[in-house]
């Protein structure tokens, strides 16, 4: 397994594997790898068949965080996770420096993005202004950098992996996005890179995530008619912040291929939510 730094590494390497005949499979990460990334790794494998490769991408973007978020302080320890995507059988981790993605030099500074106008104003997007600015221009790049036949994104981030599947469409960018299901600890807690974060008391109080998905779940099962999403929101509200350290910051109910908000909620309508347990903000959602 190759560890390429630079952007012109990346490339004629990506050239060479093309020139061979090799289809190529791209996952996108900001590393703190966990058994979810790896997991796309492997899906990647599959795809990308016998003779292909694959790319983990290990890259903590700051253009997607605003300057009160996490950005500084985001794990980062690019040894163990070069060992861990070695022992995936991944051919190569794609580890550029900010100077190379982003070049700061005077006049000819970087001042290139690109901007998803529909699908990014709801939910992350207002809770994040800025976020998927930075998300759709570090993966264009990275897309026109490694040139994948194939990249593959976790359904636990849905509403990025929309807005990346809607810029392919838009952009006419030939590569074939697949999403692969959300991965779970046993207890039913979605794999997230800042659950390191999470101390003492704080790694029980997150399961109230999973628990409000499971209660919406079994309320829209149970119903005869669509039920409002008001009413569905405010109980759970109520559940997840019986925890002490717990605070919503948004629960929305919305049509899983508009991203469209929802008054009444019925089967096939998916709901996600973000939460705050402590300093620590976390996601999650699933398909009713």
Known sequence: MQIVKTVSGMRRLAREWRRAGARVGLVPTMGSLHAGHLSLARRARRL???????VVSIYVNPTQFAPTEDFARYPRDLKRDARLCRAAGVDAVFAPRDEEMYPRDGAEAFSTYVVEETLSRTMEGVSR??????VATVVTKLFHIVQPDLAVF???????????RRMVRDLNIPVRLVVAP???EPDGLAMSSRNQYLRGAQRQEALALWRSLQQARAAVGRARQPLPATRLKASLKRLIEREPSARVDYIEFFDPGTLTPVAMVTRGVRLALAVFIGKTRLIDNTLL
């Open 129 to 134: 202004p800025t976020h998927f600015r930075g």
């Open 154 to 164: 976790g359904a636990k981030d849905f509403q990025q992996a929309a807005i990346v």
């Open 182 to 184: 959300t991965f779970r």
């Open 48 to 54: 990308a068949g016998p003779r292909g490769k694959v």
